[in-house]
């Protein structure tokens, strides 16, 4: 019961971590990334699809994303989907594939984009201690029931701290990351 507990604390947690990577990799930072796109959905065919779903994402150059639709005709759809989107991207085609180019950063931009990522990383760990408190409120409970001794109560409430402080540095260590990404780009 006790390993029920942690293993699911640790999947919470995985899923925290999990989910400020993805929440980072669609953070637009002035470099071209295709996880900025995640969110747009194409009406194709009647079918409100992905947009990797309907076209190859590439990214040929720093600040220059491409975007070839399958099929030709869908690159109205898909430019209408981008800006509707509103993800502050120009997108321009040529007829065959779609041109998004990434304006460098301003130092103002970056402040805010940092503070930003720094607070997405604060909420996160915010969510890792709820995780903790629920998880050893579940163990103190079977403690209760007599379900379980105290020194397995003891034993569990350690094993998920080291989990919390484990994951805690984890978010530290990519908000450090997004944070360098975000300040030395040129």
Do not use: C
């Amino acid at each position: 019961m006790v390993k029920d507990v942690i293993n699911k604390t640790e999947e919470k947690m995985k899923a925290t971590l999990d989910a400020l990577s993805r929440e980072y990799d669609s953070m637009r930072t002035g470099r071209a990334s295709s996880a900025v796109l995640d969110s747009v959905k194409v009406d194709a065919y009647g079918t409100e699809t992905p947009l990797q779903g309907v076209a190859t994402l590439s990214v040929p150059e720093a600040r220059l994303l491409v975007i070839q639709p399958w099929d030709k005709g869908l690159i109205g759809a898909i430019e209408k989907a981008i800006l509707s989107a509103n993800l502050g991207f120009n997108p321009s085609n040529d007829g065959k594939v779609i041109r998004i180019a990434f304006p460098p950063l301003s130092k103002e931009r970056r402040a805010e984009l940092s503070k930003e990522a720094a607070k997405m990383a604060e909420d996160h760990k915010v969510t890792i201690r709820n995780i903790r408190r629920d998880s050893i409120d579940e163990v103190k409970k079977l403690e209760k029931d007599k379900t379980i001794s105290e020194d397995e109560r003891k034993d569990a409430e350690n094993k998920i701290q080291k989990l919390t402080d484990n994951y805690t540095s984890l978010i530290v260590k990519l908000a450090d990351e997004k944070e360098k990404s975000l300040t030395t780009l040129g």
